[in-house]
T-cell receptor, first 115, second 114 residues
């Protein structure tokens, strides 16, 4: 149980395009979803926390107009990287937690490469 | 605020030998503790968690960890490692609820040698 699916697993696109990443909880209702960014050989950096039906809470230094997060249902959250540039290239990982005292479960990540 | 320190950035170990990964945390309130494993180009998989009760926690793949409140530690151990245990391991804490925002340590890269 507690499976989180993240799609796509890899994206390569030109500078200036917008990229949408989906995060789905397959077998539980995710009251809270998290988006992380991970640079090579480093730990995860939390970008934002989203609760279903509410605006996301962004961490300090994360541009909310650059990284648009939508959590429209209890099983789906999306991260859109708008007008992506090479410096946005990274590994993006989502996680989800449900009701009760349950830990976060992570997706398999999306490797974004902007040319 | 909380902080998590993983004292070893890399741990080389021979196959079938034991391994211990150290994790210390700092917090002014009670925390929930987790160990996650990350294989290359993948997300994180939960190895084990401490929420309450017995301080010795057993997880998947033969791993276990012991919560020591007085030393604010949550070290991870495995008595005999396999090549497949080569991965990055992250210690993390949350407060308030297990599903709340996580504070991660810097990670420990385990390299199992034949």
């Amino acid at each position: 149980g507690a499976v989180v699916s993240q799609h796509p697993s890899r994206v390569i696109c030109k500078s200036g395009t917008s990229v949408k990443i989906e995060c789905r909880s397959l077998d539980f209702q995710a009251t809270t979803m998290f988006w992380y960014r991970q640079f090579p050989k480093q730990s995860l950096m939390l970008m934002a926390t989203s609760n279903e039906g509410s605006k996301a809470t962004y961490e300090q230094g994360v541009e909310k107009d650059k990284f648009l997060i939508n959590h429209a249902s209890l099983t789906l959250s999306t991260l859109t990287v708008t007008s992506a540039h090479p410096e946005d290239s990274s590994f993006y990982i989502c996680s989800a937690s449900g009701q009760g005292n349950q830990p976060q479960h992570f997706g398999d990540g999306t490797r974004l490469s902007i040319l | 605020a909380q902080s998590v320190t993983q004292l070893d950035s890399q741990v080389p170990v021979f196959e079938e030998a034991p391994v211990e990964l150290r994790c210390n945390y700092s917090s002014s309130v009670s925390v929930y503790l987790f160990w996650y494993v990350q294989y290359p180009n993948q997300g994180l998989q939960l190895l084990l968690k401490y929420l309450s009760g017995s301080t010795l926690v057993k997880g998947i793949n033969g791993f276990e960890a012991e919560f020591n409140k007085s030393q604010t530690s949550f070290h991870l151990r495995k008595p005999s490692v396999h090549i497949s245990d080569t991965a990055e391991y992250f210690c993390a804490v949350s407060v308030g609820a297990a599903g709340n925002k996580l504070t991660f340590g810097g990670g420990t890269r385990v390299l199992v040698k034949p």
